[in-house]
């Protein structure tokens, strides 16, 4: 199994730090809004990933955070006129919601940044120890890049480079003028009026960015891992910046493999709020199942470029239709196909079967090529189509079911067609919602709500009452 490796810009073989397991950082959102499909690429990517790792009989230890402290967050909550922790904590939960909906397997461990400000003081203030940070007179704590010979490895950027490039991409704090570099960055700063803070031995704030997930990946996964990924936005300043204070730190090699996915582009473009093309996965759900979407995300290789649109999100729906009508075609001979052994021709059908397998391994295996991979068990669609009849046996119909589901197991596609719910099994849930709302029992109307989201029911709460849809 091969990965293309940003740190070498090479593909290497995987070789885990231990036989069978497998340690995986991906970082997560900040959850100040809904989810857009550019987070959504990552999450489904990385998820992916960690599906064929398990496959390929590996124990894999999974890590996402959740950046729950942010100039976003405390924007959205001084909007509202609530504490940051209610913004946050809803966005937790709305992303939760997306993310089942695109069939994420839970994290083995979903840290906030929050819960984990102890390590970060502790860290920040080993590096200050060891002379690759230091405090400035109101309290902010900077990392001293120049302390770092290696600064700069990931993103492959020397320090003549590096200034312009900080400087545009990175927020501006209170008191940048006392850095002792430009390229220095923040690892805790100073609270502002009407922020959250934590008391700290240099001032009570909030920590840096980068130092969150440094302190997350070694508290859940250990000094060291074996994958670290992300969105390709993230290798400089954000992943640069880890790797950094990880290793000044704890002294050892942060991550053996960086991994990280092309962006997303909307018809063309640069998804931003500015031009209008920002699509969130909540407003994408409305409109398609969102296995729809998770299809259209793996027809590329995670490396390229990816363009949304909605002619792509079409083509991927009439595929994920395909996947699920031959699918549908062997469960219906399953239970109604001649019973006992396979025909001989069936046997040699069957045997062809390892043919589909080796070419979606040998894609994955090739630095996880989902195109290829997809494409593989297209050629299978087709071959089930041609051999799976009404009367074949159901053993013969079993036997490419298995190999079809395990595939598309692989890839988080779920092969079983949704059945519509009844108007009035839909108006009874919405009513429980009603009643749990005014007994003050938000928690379960959240989750009537969700579970009425899954299964395709838009609702939208008006002042003439609520109002529903199908997807």
């Not at 906030?112 to 920040?124: C, L, N, P, R, S």
């Not at 027809?299 to 792509?312: E, G, I, K, T, V």
Request: with cysteine.
């Amino acid at each position: 199994m091969k990965i293309f490796n940003t740190l070498s810009r090479t593909k290497e073989e995987f070789k885990p730090l231990q036989d069978g397991q497998v340690s995986m950082y991906v970082c997560g959102p900040t959850v100040y809004n809904f989810i857009h499909i550019g987070n959504a690429r990552p999450m489904i990517v990385f998820d992916t990933v960690r599906r064929y790792f398990e496959y390929k009989g590996y124990k894999v230890n999974y890590v996402s955070n959740f950046t729950d402290v942010d100039d976003k967050i405390i924007k959205a909550a001084n909007e509202e006129g609530v504490e940051s922790s209610v913004i946050s904590e809803r966005f937790i939960r709305e992303c939760l919601t997306d993310m089942k909906g695109m069939n994420i397997m839970p994290a083995t461990k979903n840290p906030k940044a929050t819960e984990e400000i102890d390590g970060m003081i502790e860290m920040v203030q080993t590096l200050i120890d060891k002379g690759h940070a230091y405090v400035a007179k109101d309290g902010t704590v900077y990392f001293r890049v120049k302390s770092d010979p290696n600064y700069g490895k990931l993103s492959h950027k020397n320090m003549d480079d590096l200034e312009s490039a900080f400087t545009e991409r990175t927020l501006k704090v209170s008191g940048e003028d006392q850095k002792e570099d430009p390229n220095d960055f923040v690892l805790w700063k100073p609270k502002k009026e009407g922020e959250p803070f934590w008391v700290s031995p240099w001032c009570e704030g909030r920590p840096g960015w980068h130092i969150e997930c440094s302190v997350m990946s070694k508290k859940y996964l250990g000094t060291t891992i074996d994958i670290h990924a992300g969105g390709e936005d993230l290798v400089f300043p954000h992943h640069e910046n880890e790797i950094a204070q990880s290793e000044c730190a704890n002294g050892e090699p942060f991550a053996k493999y960086w991994m990280h996915n092309a962006f997303l582009n909307i018809d063309g473009t640069k998804m931003s709020k500015s031009l209008g093309n920002f699509r969130t996965v909540r407003e994408i759900s409305e409109h398609y199942d969102l296995q729809v979407l998770r299809l259209f995300m793996l027809s590329a290789q995670y490396r390229s470029p990816l363009n949304f649109s909605a002619d792509m999100m079409e083509s991927a729906k009439t595929s994920l239709e395909r996947i699920r009508t031959a699918s549908e075609n062997q469960r219906t001979v399953m239970e109604n196909g001649a019973e006992g052994a396979m025909t001989e021709e069936e046997t040699k059908n069957a045997a062809l079967l390892k043919d589909y397998i080796a070419k979606f391994e040998s894609a994955m295996d090739d630095d996880f090529n989902t195109a290829d991979a997809v494409s593989a068990v297209f050629e299978l669609v087709r071959f089930s189509n041609s051999t799976v009849k009404a009367d074949s046996t159901k053993e013969y119909a079993k036997t490419v079911f298995d190999v079809m589901e395990k595939l598309c197991g692989v890839l988080g596609i779920i092969t079983e067609t949704k059945k519509e719910m009844l108007d009035s099994d839909i108006e009874a849930m919405i009513q429980a919602r009603q009643d749990a709302r005014k007994a003050k029992n938000f928690a379960e109307a959240d989750r009537i709500r969700n579970e009425l989201l899954e299964k395709g029911i838009i609702l939208e709460d008006t002042r003439e009452g609520v109002k529903w849809k199908r997807a």
